[in-house]
């Protein structure tokens, strides 16, 4: 029997298909490397281009365009920021924001070109002038960036992948403020309220933090960014994984 996929279109799950329907979907650039599949046997949702099996390096290569800050929707609330790190201080994450909430906040002198910024077309967080179109959104000229300034960070975002309402839809987040005890996570409008349990798969694209864990939503955060979510028997893996993160970030 042939294996089954599942991928993810406009934050929905589709499938099940057959393999060959899959490799057709990227061959046609209906899908591309960064998009999430899935398949029995698989512990995580993973983007194309870091599964080995599929095997299609060169077309994913010339499939994945560069992230251009003009493609973006203005209304489309995908960007989180990274704080911090630019002034001197300790880094706290933020949104996510659209496109103009950015413009406004660039002009209001909050955010910089040396900011650090993530979206789900990144593969880290980037310095928002390193990014194609920063010329034309904040109608600047980028600032000089030296390499070690480009080393000063350059870990990948933490990230939550949720699914909700009979496991349909697809949600990610920017983790922050993670402990044993609960963390934050920064997403737009997640339809879960306080007091419910969800799961979530928690996975800095790094297998050395990644786990899953159970928990209750304890409160909404402003503007409805997100939610603090408070760990129900969290198993030792996940224990484990968590306090090396911790420890490597502090």
């Known amino acids: 029997m042939s294996e089954k996929w599942y991928y993810v279109e406009n934050g929905k799950r589709v499938g099940p298909i057959e393999h060959e329907e899959l490799i057709n979907l990227i061959t046609n650039k209906s899908l591309n490397g960064t998009d999430y599949v899935w398949k029995q046997g698989f512990e995580n949702w993973t983007q194309i281009d870091k599964v080995d099996e599929l095997n299609l390096p060169a077309v994913i290569e010339d499939e994945v365009p560069t992230f ?5 929707d203005h209304n489309d609330k995908i960007v989180f920021l990274k704080i911090g790190k630019d002034r001197g201080v300790k880094e706290v994450e933020y949104g996510p924001f659209n496109l ?20 789900k077309f990144l593969s880290e967080w980037r310095m928002l002038a390193e990014l194609d179109g920063f010329e034309e959104v904040f109608e600047e000229i980028p600032p000089a960036i030296s390499d070690e300034d480009k080393r000063a960070f350059r870990r990948k975002p933490f990230i939550a992948r949720m699914f909700f309402a009979n496991n349909d839809q697809l949600f990610e987040g920017v983790c922050r403020d993670i402990s044993i005890g609960g963390m934050q996570v920064l997403v737009d409008h997640f339809p879960a309220q306080v007091g419910e349990r969800i799961s979530l798969n928690v996975h800095p694209e790094n297998s050395e933090h990644h ?13 409805d960014h997100g939610f603090s979510f408070r760990f129900i028997d969290l198993g030792s893996d996940a224990v484990q994984a968590i306090q090396n993160y911790v420890s490597k970030v502090e």
């Open 68 to 72: 251009n800050l003009t493609t973006l």
């Open 100 to 119: 103009l909430t950015l413009k406004k906040l660039y002009k209001e002198n909050r955010i910089n070109g040396k900011t650090f910024v993530y979206t």
């Open 211 to 223: 786990f899953v864990a159970d928990g209750e939503i304890v409160r909404k955060l402003e503007g």
